[in-house]
């Protein structure tokens, strides 16, 4: 009764300031009514709704070697619905239901997704929201009624619910417009590309801009409501070649902001651009690396990559996917034991290290970090979380899904799964690069190794740049070794960390095998950001690049001919 | 900033300026450019031990403006430009060549698509690296495929036929003018929203769009056979769609398209208006139609009804590289010369017809994908079976294309329809057609028969290994009474196998109704078009059309729940 009377109270006041935006009271007035009267015949009634409506503006630039390979605009606007039928403990979410088979499957991953008129005519973005919610809703039935029949057969193993309860907040954030000269933008792409017309050397190469306002609307029948404005810019140079035994060489420089002034500027791009070329060039003349194993030193955006890929990707968690279908829950099972939820309390990195989630940080030192906001996508309030003291895992990320062991959000629902916002590597003792570099030389020779290895650029499991180091301080350039066996285990290993930390700024990466959520990631996914120092591992493999690779042209490039 | 540094900067950035006005002294054009290349690539490849025998570029741009509304809204309004690459590179010779069909083996459908992104801009150094680039990456894929040939035909059963994988041609040299295309964007999303208004009272009506767009198609051809063609074509299209839900589920869809080569070309306002109206009262009548079971018997299809029907269960089956496959129905291949249809029909395909009836004809272009000119094929006279449609791979008894090699951009040309025409010298009236079937009706003794009048489209199945059916998908179909009543019905599919009911053909009208539309099919979509007077069968079948499980909404639209 008690939470009957709150909840109206709630929604009332948003009424209010709702009424300014037509889309807002789109929103509202229809998400009132699917409150009160959405029930078929006398099944589960919704107890929850979110609408979510994303506008977004977006421009996108490409060239190579000067010339322009597309230059376009869109404006889209989105809607997802997501319903709820049965209550807090058991509900139709986390579900996947494997009787319609592939057409089913994407019927699942797009389901809850409109598009919207452009146009902020009030009873069309009604309409729009009716339709949406009532295919949202009779799918919910199914799922519940699915999800009901296949735990009736089972002892259902965690207690725990399926949604764990927020105060619900309303939040703004509206920065700035991403706004752009167009002319400028273009001359950028093009003559960053242009650069490369004097490189035969390299065989293919191109420059991607592209910058996007998203404006973002958020409402809830708990009364939740958020609205954000997230303007963003990204350059992205990509040059690859081959080595004169075909072995495939590529690597990128790329570029983030709020705005084009927070991109460097294009004298520094080009340096950016010619150390890049340098060091392919150095790559294709460079020897192999047979196999390795021991201590290995990895600085700068390599120390962040690494950390990013094995360690900190098992940081987000979500509850296993229940199905009607044996094999596939069996299948998700496995997967999900490889995240860090099992390691709670237990030490996953050396004492000295402490791993913090920042979603409220905004700058590291003069340089922007941009995995940061004030709300998750659901309206839960950004909050630092300490994962990991002095290297005993105190939690793992979660969104609003509880896990065993952690049964609140920690805010950090991004974008339609759970995911890292800004990660620091804090630690509480630290020694100069040199010094690391002295310490990896010696332990390599105390293992009889004649050379420790250092990678500075790491490529998912592919070191494009990384050094033999000797013990009278020179450096040999070895080409691209492949990392192997690196696991979350090998992080308690780690010997000793510089005190110089970089900052390094990568979109979402794509989670491999099953989505981690059943839905559809729709629009740019969301950047992370890592600052990290370089790291000293004790024992890593590395192994040459498996695989024939296909010759190097036949013919000379045409850029030659002139 | 290190000395190295500096002048490397120094010159990388006056060497891209040095560059850019370069470029702006001489604008080659792409056909200047992609010549050089062919000459450059092919060259250096004669030297190899396995030398290429045929090498081409086809670079296709199109140029596009979209812009769709729904229920008086606007919903999209974009604006693109890209440009395509298809590399045709054979090794080996005329007679066998790389790309020659394996059998046994499921054909990779991605070895018939690549998606080679292109400068659009007219730089000949960015267009002729691509061109190099992607050249070298077929030369390498073509002697691998050129090996497995030649022992696949060692290993397999002798061929059926034994006609050559590439035709001699005589090489074309032709340059029109682009033609620009001619878009106000502002008018069109009036219009769309316009179009569309008159839905919006309807609360029983779950989508009504209405969406413009204008394709600019410009393509460069050069051969090692010494072509070289650009050509340029715009095309605009006007697609109305709106769908209702019988009480039963059932989804009633009701459509209305135009196509035209100009903007003036396209209805105006009051047209398209009276059609939405019709399309509103047609969709309410559908609703309460009643569902038609399965039933054999006469019936009369319009005359779009008709030409859909001759481009399913005809023109494909016609397309010459079906007749060599041999995992195809070949429904036709041995009948040349023997009467398939009545003696008053002829079916002919032409490209260079450009308007027929009054009507733009989509399906028309000078030169094919494979630098072939365009002409006009009989594939019947009088009944009787002549000709197939032929691009450059030959069938036997077929040594030359007839131009019909076609592709949409960045696939494999093989043949495929362009303008077909259904021609009838037996022409009497709709009227006395009518006649025809209420006699055939009482000769069969059956209570009614069927008019067909406006359809979706239609697909058709022509392997070995399925039951070699075709399906054309009606919307507005009536019973006929044999008093003469006209009753509409809903929940029919025109089915049937293309053999039995060719001779079935009893006569024909006066009509010559044009229905333009894309065909989908290995490679890729095209645009066609089919013209055909309205027909009488004494036997077809129909079966019932699937439908939807989905309820319609539970709650009334929001602006009828008061």
Known sequence: MKSVMLFCLLLASSGAHAREDVVVRAM??????????????????????????????SREISATLGSLLANSESRVRLLTVNIRVGDYSLDNSNFLSLGAGVSGLAAQMFAGIAGLPLDDDYNELRRQIWLATDGAYKKALEDIAGKRAALQNKNREDDIPDFSKVMPVSNTDLAPRAELDWQDATRLVRETSAVFRQTPSIQQSQVHFSADNRLERYLNSEGGTFTRLSPRVSLRVTASTQARD??????????????????????????????????????QAAPVQDRYNGPVLFEGQAAAEVFARVFAEALPAQPTLISNNAQLEEALRQQSSNSLLNKLGSRVLPEFIDVLDDPTASH??????????????????????LVVRGGILKTVLTSRAPVRGVPESTGNFRERGVAASNLYVNADKTFTLGELQKRLVDSAVQRGNPFGIAIRRLSGKVATLAYRVYPDG????????????????????????????????????????????VTAQIGAPPLESYVVPAILFDDVSLVKLPGNSAKPPFTSSPLLDK | MELRQVVALIVLSVAALVSRSQNQDQTPSVLDAAKSELIHSLDQLKKQEVPPYFLSYEIVETHSVIVSGSFGTLTNSSENKRRQLHVDLRVGDYAMDNTRQMRGRTSNPLDRFSNIPMPIEDDSAAI??????????????????????????????????????????????????????????????????????????????????????????TRWFVSSDGAAIQTSQTFYRLYVAAYSKADDGMELPRFESYFSFTPAGLPDDATVLRAVNKMIVDLESLRKAPVVDPFTGPAILSGRATAVFFHEVFGHRIEGHRQKSETEGQTFRKMVGEPILPDFLSVVFDPTLRQYAGVDLVGSYDYDDEGVKARRVTAVDDGVLKNFLMSRSPIDGYPTSNGHG??????????????????????????????????????????????????????????RTIPNAFNVLPVMVYRVYSNGREELVRGVDLIGTPLTVFSKILAADDEAAVFNGICGAESGGVPVSSTAPAILVSQIEVQKKLKSQERAPILPAPFEDK
Do not use: C
């Not at chain 1, 002034?261 to 790559?283: C, K, T």
């Open chain 2, 128 to 217: 002729r690296n691509v061109l190099w680039y992607q050249t070298d990456k077929k030369y390498k894929k073509a002697l691998e495929d050129l090996t497995t040939v030649r022992t696949n035909s060692q290993v397999k059963v002798q061929q059926e036929d034994n006609s050559a994988d590439f035709s001699t041609e005589t090489a074309q040299q032709f340059v029109e003018a682009t033609v620009p295309l001619a878009v106000n964007r502002q008018v069109w999303e009036e219009k769309v929203r316009r179009y569309t208004a008159p839905f919006q009272r309807f609360g029983n009506l779950y989508q009504a769009v209405a969406t413009l767009s204008a394709n600019q198609d």
């Open chain 1, 246 to 283: 075909g072995m495939p060489l590529s690597d990128f420089v790329s570029a983030y902001g709020y705005s084009v002034r927070d991109l460097p500027s294009e004298a520094d791009l080009l340096l950016q651009i010619h150390a890049m070329v340098l060091g392919l060039s150095n790559l």
């Open chain 1, 364 to 385: 590291e030192k003069g340089n922007l970090v941009f995995g940061g906001y004030k709300v998750d996508e659901e309206g839960v309030p950004a909050k630092q979380t």
């Open chain 1, 28 to 57: 509202h007035d229809e998400m009132r009514r699917s409150i009160q009267k959405l029930q078929l015949q006398k099944l589960d009634k919704p107890y929850f709704i979110s609408y979510r409506i994303v506008d977004s503006e």
């Open chain 2, 406 to 463: 076609r592709a949409q951009p960045g696939f494999t040309p093989v043949a495929r329809q362009s303008n077909l025409l259904v021609l009838n010298t037996k022409a009497i009236s709709r009227g006395q057609l009518k006649t025809l079937l209420l006699q055939e009706i009482k000769k069969q003794g059956k209570s009614f028969g069927l008019l067909f009048d406006e359809i979706e489209g239609g697909f058709t199945l022509t392997g």
């Open chain 1, 474 to 517: 020179h450096e040999e350039l070895i080409r691209n070794a492949e990392l192997t066996g690196m696991t979350v285990a090998s992080f308690k290993d780690i010997v000793a960390v510089s005190d110089q930390r970089s900052v390094y700024t990568e979109a979402t990466p794509q989670r491999n095998g099953f989505p981690s959520s």
